[in-house]
T-cell receptor, first 115, second 113 residues
């Protein structure tokens, strides 16, 4: 069965430090992986996706994510965190096995960047 | 460019009253459409999705229903709201391809009192 895990409910990081938000997945076929960000009382905004090709994917607002097939992970990273990066982050996956078009979502990780 | 509109932004309704939330997409045709509910600011629960006019798939049995009367219009309804229907409701659309991302509306905060 498809699943996504975000093992950390909350991540705290100091402004200027690198940040990592973790995501692992389980699919039957090849994964299509996505990261979204949600600010309070707002809809989700798409950050980046991995489809195929280079394992390091660059996205919006200086974020990037690394696809690791052997570890079935797709961790979100940023070299230098900003206070404005504080938000809720969601990882999601689809796979190309079967006829399922739905996104499977992680439960979200709350990122707090401290000044 | 494509845009998605969802309204209202906030809604306070008494228990037992009806509900109608509307979502429209502009700038694309034949989108996949989704209704999600987010409880307590965390995980997303898929309520309904639609791949075409009149085609609605329900993910969980509940007090809500959805309709797609037009290609780019998706409506979430209830005949009688329950307290447990309170939450943050999000509409989204995507192209019908596995590798495409979904785009979300701004959400509706529903409080049933």
């Amino acid at each position: 069965a498809q699943s996504v895990a975000q093992p950390e409910d909350q991540v705290n990081v100091a402004e200027g430090n690198p940040l990592t938000v973790k995501c692992t997945y389980s699919v039957s076929g090849n994964p299509y992986l996505f990261w979204y960000v949600q600010y309070p009382n707002r809809g989700l905004q798409f950050l980046l996706k991995y489809i195929t090709g280079d394992n390091l994917v660059k996205g919006s607002y200086g974020f990037e994510a690394e696809f690791n097939k052997s570890q079935t992970s797709f961790h979100l990273k940023k070299p230098s965190a900003l206070v404005s990066d504080s938000a809720l982050y969601f990882c999601a996956v689809r796979d190309d096995a079967g006829n399922n078009r739905k996104l499977i979502w992680g439960l979200g990780t709350s990122l707090a960047v401290n000044p | 460019s494509q845009t998605i509109h969802q309204w209202p932004a906030t809604l306070v309704q008494p228990v037992g009253s009806p509900l109608s939330l509307e979502c429209t997409v502009e700038g694309t045709s034949n989108p996949n459409l989704y209704w999600y509910r987010q409880a307590a600011g965390r995980g997303l629960q898929l309520l309904f999705y639609s791949v075409g006019i009149g085609q609605i798939s329900s993910e969980v049995p509940q007090n809500l229903s959805a309709s797609r009367p037009q290609d780019r219009q998706f409506i979430l309804s209830s005949k009688k709201l329950l307290l447990s229907d309170s939450g943050f409701y999000l509409c989204a659309w995507s192209k019908d391809r596995l590798y495409t991302e979904a785009f979300f509306g701004q959400g509706t905060r529903l409080t049933v009192v």
